[in-house]
């Protein structure tokens, strides 16, 4: 059973950081392209970061660039997305997401809140 | 970035009706790379459409996709009660990724 599973998720302040895992199972982990998508309480779909198969490659939305790094451990079949100096506007449910072209898989979400 | 502009925001339907959902691209989607999504409240997004017009596995002919450059669209041929939900165009053709702002589609 293809399966994503998102962790890591809670309350945080301001102004701090947040890692969030996605571990993944039932498919080919390694040679799949992984995203992160948000999306805040009663808002639509944003989408936020990738990373390529083998981890070489990254790329961000504008408003997380430099903030946050997605990463992926390909022997734990496992991504990340590190989250740092976190602002209200981050509140959200991530999702992480398999690309098969499309984006065929996706997870249950994690919620994130960001206090002030 | 291209900006993809769904509308309407709210279609007003009962079951059996047919639903025509537009989603307008700011730039040229090129190879129709672009995607929809489904959402049903409190659950993840399900892929229904990739590349405009193929459907995603398991998904019923009940749903299409057509449409390239700028326009395109999505059609429930027969509304089922499960299919009042939010739907959501993605273009995967450009980054980044953007998404259109949904279209509701509830029970009239």
């Known amino acids: 059973q293809v399966l994503l599973v998102e962790s890591g998720g809670g309350v945080v302040q301001s102004g701090t950081s947040l890692r969030l895992s996605c571990a993944a199972s039932?498919?080919?982990?390694?040679?799949?392209?992984m995203h992160w998508v948000r999306q805040a309480p009663g808002k639509g779909l944003a989408w936020v970061s990738a990373i390529s198969p083998d981890g070489s490659n990254e790329y961000y939305a504008d408003s997380v660039k430099g903030r946050f790094t997605i990463s992926r451990d390909n022997s734990k079949n496992t991504v990340y997305l590190q989250m740092n100096s976190l602002s209200a506007e981050d509140t959200a449910v991530y999702y992480c997401?398999?690309?098969?072209?499309?984006?065929?898989?996706w997870g249950q979400g994690t919620m994130v809140t960001v206090s002030s | 970035e291209i900006v993809l502009t769904q509308s309407p925001g709210t279609l007003s339907l009962s079951p059996g009706e047919r639903a025509t959902l537009s989603c307008r691209a700011s730039q040229t989607v090129t190879s129709r790379y672009l995607a929809w999504y489904q959402q049903r409240p409190g659950q993840s997004p399900r892929l229904l459409i990739y590349?405009?017009?193929s459907r995603a596995t398991g998904i019923p002919d009940r749903f299409s996709g057509s449409g390239s450059g700028t326009d395109f669209t999505l059609t429930i041929s027969r509304l089922e009660p499960e299919d009042f939900a939010v739907y959501y165009c993605?273009?995967?053709?450009?980054?980044?990724?953007?998404f259109g702002q949904g279209t509701k589609v509830e029970i009239k």
């Open positions: 997401a398999r690309q098969s072209g499309a984006l065929d898989i």
């Open positions: 039932g498919f080919p982990f390694r040679t799949y392209p």
């Open positions: 993605q273009q995967y053709s450009s980054t980044p990724r953007t």
């Open positions: 590349g405009a017009s």
